[in-house]
């Protein structure tokens, strides 16, 4: 095992293997169609997306934990942010009653595809803490061969995705241009990726170690992106790789962090607090639970069918609405998304992270 200096998020075999390794290991059935990919445990692969999707609302929520968690976080912040969550909703909905709620999806799509990008990016330059002296032409190849993974095949989707009712490519902007960007994304993207992996082989036997967590971060974030663009049911890829590596991690991610900050300042953890192990299945059942609240509101008011919600049955006299209320219900689902992906630029600044205070001096836990 690496025995350099930690740049690991909570410990070398959790990144590696539980954040990094799930979304290639799924990329790799799909590709040869293993179970549950196959066709004959097709029923197997949809109980496991349903509950995928359970899962997948909590983590927007899982943000709201970490800031009231972290010591270091200004109290005037903690105002701020359910605030500007509450004046959202309203302002959405208006928009969405008045021009109609195709130029917000269109805008929360290059959003949520950006806000993907800056995650795997974040991830990626944090391992590379610990790969030694590069120079600076490395880093520059490294960077660009980051982004061009996944900017790459987005191009490709405007351009020829092979599947009409992927639900983004309804909403992607048309125009010729793009085909030639993709083109030379493209050849950036293969010219990058060579240089990155001789670069990487180049330092691992300079060093006498692989960097493992940043390379499956790295390689899980491109497979993830691109072959989505080859398989013919894409959406059970995006599940399993965006999903996976996004939104579960991401509510791990928050309470490990601050499970690691709480035993900074108390040392020991009490079982009942939401930072033990059994809090950390209440908390994500709270996360969970309005999640799907939420969604349930959204679902019943604009008429879509709400099959994977928990709260399934308690929405069942609200009817289909049409004018404020249907506005309402898109309003609050584009807020409450929307909010996530806007204050999620602060909640990782390591400005912000205890661990990081405390190391640098700007915070003492005396």
């Known amino acids: 095992m690496n025995t350099k200096p930690s740049a690991w998020f909570h410990s070398w075999y959790v990144d590696s293997l539980c954040l990094h390794s799930i979304p290639l290991i799924f990329t790799f059935l799909a590709v ?148 030639y960007l993709f083109y030379a994304s493209f050849a950036t993207y293969l010219i990058s990726f060579i240089l990155y992996c001789f670069f990487e082989m180049k330092r691992s036997i300079r060093n006498r170690y692989f960097n493992t967590a940043k390379n499956l971060a790295f390689f899980s974030a491109a497979l993830g992106w691109g072959v989505v663009s080859l398989l013919t049911d894409s959406a059970l890829l995006v599940f399993f790789t965006v999903v996976l590596t996004h939104d579960i991690s991401y509510t791990c991610f928050v309470w490990l962090i601050g499970r690691r900050d709480q035993q900074k300042v108390v040392k020991k953890i009490p079982w009942r607090s939401w930072f033990s192990v059994p809090g950390f299945i209440i908390y994500v059942g709270v996360l969970v639970a309005i999640s799907q609240l939420i969604l349930g509101v959204h679902h019943r008011l604009v008429g879509h069918h709400a099959a994977n919600l928990v709260w399934l049955n308690l929405f069942d006299s609200i009817p289909h609405a049409r004018g404020w209320p249907e506005s309402f219900g898109i309003g609050l689902f584009f807020a409450t998304q929307g909010h996530h992906y806007f204050i999620d630029r602060f909640l990782w600044k390591k400005e912000k992270d205890l661990d990081y205070m405390v190391k640098t001096g700007k915070y003492s836990l005396s």
């Open 32 to 179: 040869f169609k293993l179970p549950p990919f196959s066709r004959g445990t097709f029923g197997i692969l949809v109980s496991m997306i349903t509950w995928i999707l359970v899962i997948d609302w909590a983590h927007i929520f899982a943000q709201w934990y970490r800031i009231y968690a972290n010591p270091v976080e200004s109290p005037k912040l903690k105002w701020v942010y359910p605030l500007s969550y509450l004046v959202l909703i309203p302002l959405l909905s208006a928009t969405v009653h008045f021009s109609g709620r195709v130029p917000i999806e269109t805008f929360l799509i290059y959003y949520v595809i950006y806000h993907f990008i800056k995650q795997h990016y974040g991830y990626t330059r944090i391992y590379s803490k610990i790969d030694g002296a590069k120079t600076k032409f490395e880093s520059i190849v490294e960077d660009i061969a980051i982004h061009a993974s996944m900017i790459t095949p987005v191009l490709y989707w405007h351009t020829s995705f092979p599947h009409e009712q992927f639900l983004w490519k309804l909403h992607f902007i048309k125009s010729d241009l793009i085909e």
